[in-house]
């Protein structure tokens, strides 16, 4: 098989982005911000999944207690993904977590989390897929970096549809640490142009995939720090 990279997409394919300001982050004593979501319940009125089958195009919306999100370009290969902006500061240290499953699709592209996502040239991306495999990608001014340097094979991942893999990034200054199912596999530092506050899903041409939760945390300080 040949396991795709990021380096296959079309660049006009590269997003959707929507304004999310539902949630707010809450705050700790301590000055954290913390935002979960664990999609039990719909009542700030999200979008419905409409489950309607558009070429070259995606769907995304609440439904049975999961945020799922289908990518229905037929071009395999195709990332696009999903963002809200959920008003993070850029001065705080940030962790990322998410617990992702894929539901239909190729088992060989990739699913995942994208952050700090101005647009296709300013963004980070972190994704698995289910045969095995994780990739880490960021780009800034249009310049890709291929962290991971390519798609690495990884027990850590727990491989086939309707499985849960857990994704963490902590952000702390220009340094980023990238967990696969509680593991660290990947820590360097990242000099990016901007910080931009918003959060998402990302998936491949002709994948269904959903966020069964997710969690941010922001903080300025820790006492253990």
Known sequence: FKQKTAYEI?????????????????HDSKGISIIK????????GRIAYSNKMNKDSIDYGFE?????????????????????????????????????VQLSGLDNYGYGIVF?????????????????????VYRIAGITTNLSNGWVKSSLIKTGFNVINDLAVEKKGKNYEFFVNGV??????????????N???????????????????????RDWE
Do not use: H
């Not at 079309?10 to 809450?26: A, E, G, N, T």
């Not at 979501?37 to 700030?44: P, V």
């Not at 240290?93 to 998410?98: C, D, E, H, P, Q």
């Not at 660290?184 to 506050?197: D, E, G, H, Q, R």
């Open 116 to 136: 700090n996502a101005e647009n296709w040239e300013n963004s980070i991306t972190f994704s698995v897929s289910a045969n095995g495999y994780y990739i880490i």
């Open 10 to 26: 079309s660049r006009s394919d590269w997003s959707s982005d929507v304004c999310y300001s539902d949630l707010f982050p809450s």
């Open 37 to 44: 979501e664990t999609f039990d319940n719909n009542n700030i």
């Open 64 to 100: 049975n207690g999961k945020f799922i999100y289908e990518n229905f370009s037929r071009k395999n290969g195709s990332i696009r993904w999903v963002t809200y902006n959920y008003g993070l500061s850029s001065a705080a240290n940030t962790s990322y977590k998410a617990s992702l």
């Open 199 to 221: 959060f998402g899903i990302l998936s491949n041409g002709g994948m269904k995939v959903a966020l069964e939760s997710f969690e941010i945390n922001q903080w300025l300080y």
């Open 184 to 197: 660290s596999v990947k820590s360097a530092m990242i000099n990016l142009n901007k910080f931009t506050p």
